[in-house]
């Protein structure tokens, strides 16, 4: 039975902040989800959108209505929560708290069964997934040295063994196409995607796939906005680069809307946002009854990628052959200590692959004293006599509370 729901909002100041089409980051925000059993085990979840809100979402809203249920009925749980807002929140915000609990139960579950999470995504497939680097972000300077510093950057990746990297693209035009061109002359034999955050209209989407097609790129991500997707299928009319996105979609039905309108090559699912890993097989499988792929976008700490990570090795190719192709993992390699240093057993890429865990659950614990560190907010939700403090054992008695640590 669960017993606790506890929520930590993360945050962390970037020494340098960095930007994309749409904005300039000056700090990391996350937010952990924890669910405790009445055998005491312990399940983790992240979540990925606007951290305050979606924290509300849970302490307010789901986790009262989870307190009580079987940890093993994840299925059951996640339409417990649907169900309870379909009203009102069939996309948004509090799609995102109900992917982080899913998350969180799925990882309960693993350790619950002692079997890890990619075996109860459908068994796992491959014991390694290859990567791509995420990074290549703008930062405040001159157009020159903003080039040499991504082109730098890219080199950096490059001699830690990925072979695949994926550049942000949506400045202007005049400098997009000048770093896919320079990009490609750096590294003629990786594979390289291009990723917009919507930042064109369709006829400078088409003019920007056009010299990503001329450049050999991969994939097209996020060419468009989401609130337009019509013009995806005009888009893949036009020109000769896989189009991906869904990174601001979910849920199976949102998927299913998505790839209808045609022109989608690669659907991008994010774990901690569509409706956490539970909906996301369901995307997959909406995804395959198209023909497309699905690759999950991934953002956040060490939860979300061991999250993606197990997804992707309990993953087919579609349609599959003898020799196909990879599904690349995103990892991101912008600096984040939330990432890399809360984490007592971290995701190691080395020589641009991934050892898929085998440790019950998701793989990966959040280091307790690092977490306090970053944390600016917690709630917790629970039965009389249940652990109030990180990983202790002491009483709260109470039901609910917020606190600022």
Request: hydrophobic share 40%.
């Amino acid at each position: 039975m669960i017993e606790c729901i506890r929520t930590y909002r993360i945050e962390h100041e970037l020494d340098e902040p960095f930007g994309f089409s749409q904005w300039n980051y000056k700090t990391r925000h996350g937010l952990l989800v924890e669910i405790v059993d009445d055998s005491g085990t312990i399940g983790w979840g992240e979540c990925y959108g606007p951290a305050a809100v979606t924290q509300s979402a849970i302490s307010t809203f789901y986790a009262d209505k989870l307190i009580g249920m079987d940890p093993l009925r994840n299925e059951a749980a996640w339409q417990h929560c649907w169900r309870s807002s379909l009203d009102f929140a069939r996309k948004g915000i509090m799609m995102g708290a109900i992917s982080g609990l899913d998350m969180a139960m799925l990882d309960l579950k693993g350790k619950l069964l002692h079997v890890s999470a990619s075996e109860l995504m459908g068994g796992r497939l491959r014991d390694t997934v290859s990567c791509y680097a995420t990074g290549m972000y703008f930062r405040d300077q001159p157009e020159p040295q903003l080039l040499d510093t991504i082109l730098n950057e890219a080199s950096e990746y490059l001699s830690q063994g990925f072979k695949a990297l994926k550049i942000k693209v949506g400045k202007n035009l005049d400098f997009d196409k000048r770093q896919i061109h320079e990009l490609r002359k750096l590294a003629p034999k990786a594979q390289l995607m291009a990723d917009s955050n919507h930042a064109y209209d369709l006829p400078e989407a088409i003019e920007i796939g056009r010299a990503l097609e001329e450049n050999a790129f991969a994939w097209f991500e996020e060419p468009l906005s989401p609130q337009h997707p019509d013009q995806f299928r005009k888009l893949a009319n036009k020109i000769d680069v896989p189009i991906a996105t869904g990174e601001c979609e979910q849920t199976r039905w949102g998927f299913k809307d998505l790839l209808d309108h045609g022109g989608v090559h690669i659907a991008q699912p994010d774990l901690a946002y569509c409706g956490g890993p539970t909906e996301a097989l369901k995307i997959r499988a909406i995804a395959s009854s198209f023909g497309v792929r699905a690759v999950p976008h991934v953002w956040g700490t060490m939860l979300n990628l061991a999250a993606a990570t197990h997804f992707l090795a309990s993953s087919y190719v579609e349609p599959g052959r003898l020799t196909p192709n990879e599904l690349l993992l995103e990892v991101d390699r912008t600096p984040n200590p939330m990432r890399d240093d809360m984490y007592i057993n971290p995701l190691d890429v080395i020589d641009g692959k991934i050892q898929v865990p085998t440790r019950p659950g998701l793989g990966v614990e959040p280091d307790l004293d690092m977490l306090r560190k970053y944390c600016v907010q917690d709630t917790e939700t629970l039965t009389p006599k249940t652990p109030l403090s990180i990983g202790t054992t002491s009483s709260w008695p109470s039901k609910s509370r917020v606190s600022k640590i």
